[in-house]
């Protein structure tokens, strides 16, 4: 079975600041891992995702994630946080395109002026 | 990019009626779609995968006779839940998966409140 696991529920950084989110993974063949944002009463945007190409995934708005297999990681980055990252973000994990995708509990980023 | 809509946006309605979501992708056929469910700060709950023209694979627990999903074409899939209770107001989002590029793209989500 898969699972992903987020530590953290909630994050709080100064603008400017550097952002991480935590994702740890769990999975018993080779995984799919994507980074989704929600804004309030909206639905999922998909800021990035690994398919076994290169282990440093380069998203949208800034982001970036690491695959680390020997840490069963996938951690979301920005150097710089701005005000309008602030949304929560949830990671998730899915063992082929086709199949349907498990999501983790959620990270709400808050971003402090 | 790609686009899911769903319909309504926003939906309240009366213990013991039924209420019909609509998911459709408006520039791809979607051959399998997935409905979720989004309670309040939780994260997403897949609830069935649905796949066009045959019957839709439920999870663990969910009441298949109590969220009716229907994929009757390649653009649209609608999730009825009958007999509404306060207990089944929720957010429910959908997402299409696009056989071209094997992308899965999520609707807007809908806020469904049962009173």
């Known amino acids: 079975a898969q699972s992903v696991t987020q530590l953290g529920s909630h994050v709080s950084v100064s603008e400017g600041a550097l952002v991480l989110l935590r994702c740890n993974y769990s999975?018993?063949?080779?995984?799919?891992l994507f980074w989704y944002v929600q804004y309030p009463n909206q639905g999922l945007q998909l800021l990035l995702k690994y398919t076994s190409a290169a282990t440093l995934v380069k998203g949208i708005n800034g982001f970036e994630a690491e695959f680390k297999k020997s840490e069963t990681s996938f951690h979301l980055t920005k150097p710089s946080a701005h005000m309008s990252d602030a949304a929560e973000y949830f990671c998730a994990v899915t063992y082929s395109s086709a199949s349907k995708i498990i999501f983790g509990s959620g990270t709400r980023l808050s971003i402090r002026p | 990019g790609a686009v899911v809509s769903q319909h309504p946006s926003r939906v309240i309605c009366k213990s013991g009626t039924s209420v019909k979501i609509e998911c459709r992708s408006l520039d791809f056929q979607a051959t399998t779609m997935f409905w979720y469910r989004q309670f309040p700060k939780k994260s997403l709950m897949l609830m069935a995968t649905s796949n066009e023209g045959s019957k839709a694979t439920y999870e663990q627990g969910v009441e298949k006779d109590k969220f009716l999903i229907n994929h009757a074409s390649l653009t649209l899939s609608t999730l009825t839940v009958t007999s509404a209770h306060p207990e089944d107001s929720s957010f429910y989002i959908c997402?299409?998966?696009?056989?071209?590029?094997?992308?899965?793209?999520f609707g807007p989500g809908t806020r469904l409140t049962v009173t």
């Open positions: 997402s299409a998966r696009d056989p071209l590029t094997d992308e899965q793209y």
């Open positions: 999975s018993s063949v080779p995984p799919y």
